[in-house]
């Protein structure tokens, strides 16, 4: 009969391996950081820049499998609102080099 020590690590395995537990991780540090966050202080509107930028870090996290990080940066609600939004590359003023 297994241990609870061997059930746990087991289980701990099984979770990584699935890529939940990465999910997890990310997902509680951000709302960590959410519950951080001084609500009483508005944020800035973003300029259409920084959306670009934001985007473009968004784009290059995900195309590198970045996606727990990925997770942590969509949890922050400009962006994920944002995300909605197609970004243009003939806003960006680059041509598109990878064809997905």
């Known amino acids: 009969m297994a241990t ?18 990465g999910h997890l991780k990310a997902r509680i540090r951000a ?12 944020r800035p509107s973003l300029s259409h820049e920084n959306l670009l930028i934001n985007e473009l870090i968004r ?3 995900e195309f590198n ?19 909605q939004k197609s970004t243009n590359t003939e806003d960006l003023h ?6 997905r």
Request: charged share 40%.
């Open 65 to 83: 499998k970045y996606k727990y990080t990925a997770s942590v940066l969509i949890a922050d609600d400009h962006l994920r609102k944002e995300k």
């Open 31 to 42: 709302e960590v950081f959410n519950a951080l966050d001084d609500d009483r202080e508005p």
């Open 94 to 99: 680059v041509s598109q080099a990878v064809n």
């Open 4 to 21: 609870v020590a061997e059930l746990k690590a087991v289980l701990k395995d099984t979770l990584e391996k699935k890529g939940v537990l």
């Open 59 to 61: 784009e290059y996290l």
